[in-house]
């Protein structure tokens, strides 16, 4: 029997593609580099601001130094687009994620989210009206890794008093997060509800259709 639903974050609960984007592309953008050589810097210290041995303030001064931009504007300027970027997020959660939530809670069941994130997605999560509907909240950022570590998994099923087998695991399948969960014996749901507002090169995660799928919020509820 499910006693918990595990969330991802971002395309599962919050799509980063609501209102303003700021991507590598339009970092490289403002500074004047080149977008490409930039993602591919940018991606190195992607752990890094993961597992919170770099903050994004760092992580952007460290990128940008490579290209000889030392300036503190710079990295001021695109730390605060992308607070700007995380707010048109936060402020456009769907209706749809709030009700399924509610209606989880109605039920009794335990909500959990695991979330890779870096710093200021970090403090804007913990922020957010949907933080308190979780009752164990496992960031990457302060958990010191990140998903698909099995262990931050561990700690979470640990917190919420459950068995993997107890557990349906809800994400859009980034960073291996629907094989680490069903390899420690978790239901793993894969969400589509948000697939449709990617572009590119920001492409949406593969369809697995070894996995449930769910093309609605609402669609969980048939896989409990």
Same mark, same amino acid.
């Given at each position: 029997?499910?006693?918990?639903?595990?969330?991802?974050?971002?395309?599962?609960?919050?799509?980063?593609?609501?209102?303003?984007?700021?991507?590598?592309?339009?970092?490289?953008?403002?500074?004047?580099?080149?977008?490409?050589?930039?993602?591919?810097?940018?991606?190195?210290?992607?752990?890094?601001?993961?597992?919170?041995?770099?903050?994004?303030?760092?992580?952007?001064?460290?990128?940008?130094?490579?290209?000889?931009?030392?300036?503190?504007?710079?990295?001021?300027?695109a730390a605060g687009?992308?607070?700007?970027?995380?707010?048109?997020?936060?402020?456009?959660?769907?209706?749809?994620?709030?009700?399924?939530?509610?209606?989880? #809670?109605?039920?009794? !069941?335990?909500?959990?989210?695991? @979330?890779?994130?870096? /710093?200021? *997605?970090?403090? %804007?999560? #913990?922020?957010?009206? !949907?933080?308190?509907?979780?009752? @164990?909240?496992?960031? /990457?950022? *302060?958990?010191? %890794?990140? #998903?698909?570590?099995?262990e931050i998994y561990?700690?979470?099923?640990?917190?919420?008093?459950?068995?993997?087998?107890?557990?349906?695991?809800?994400?859009d399948g980034g960073?291996?997060?629907?094989?680490?969960?069903?390899?420690?014996?978790?239901?793993?749901?894969?969400?589509?509800?948000?697939?449709?507002?990617?572009?590119?090169?920001?492409?949406?995660?593969?369809?697995?259709?070894?996995?449930?799928?769910?093309?609605?919020?609402?669609?969980?509820?048939?896989?409990?």
């Amino acid at each position: 029997m499910i006693k918990a639903v595990i969330f991802d974050m971002f395309e599962t609960l919050v799509s980063l593609f609501a209102g303003r984007t700021y991507f590598g592309e339009n970092i490289a953008a403002d500074v004047g580099i080149d977008a490409e050589e930039f993602r591919a810097v940018w991606h190195k210290n992607e752990l890094s601001r993961s597992i919170g041995t770099l903050t994004i303030e760092e992580a952007l001064s460290q990128a940008l130094s490579v290209f000889g931009i030392t300036d503190e504007k710079c990295t001021e300027l695109a730390a605060g687009k992308r607070r700007e970027s995380l707010d048109d997020t936060f402020s456009a959660i769907p209706e749809e994620t709030f009700a399924m939530l509610g209606e989880l #809670k109605r039920r009794g !069941l335990l909500i959990g989210l695991i @979330s890779n994130c870096f /710093s200021d *997605e970090c403090e %804007i999560i #913990k922020d957010s009206p !949907l933080f308190g509907y979780f009752d @164990s909240a496992m960031l /990457s950022y *302060e958990q010191g %890794i990140c #998903k698909p570590d099995k262990e931050i998994y561990l700690r979470i099923m640990k917190e919420l008093g459950v068995m993997p087998q107890e557990c349906l695991y809800v994400g859009d399948g980034g960073s291996r997060e629907l094989f680490a969960a069903e390899e420690l014996g978790m239901k793993a749901v894969q969400a589509e509800w948000f697939r449709r507002y990617a572009f590119e090169p920001h492409i949406p995660c593969p369809v697995y259709p070894q996995f449930l799928q769910a093309q609605k919020q609402e669609d969980i509820f048939g896989h409990l």
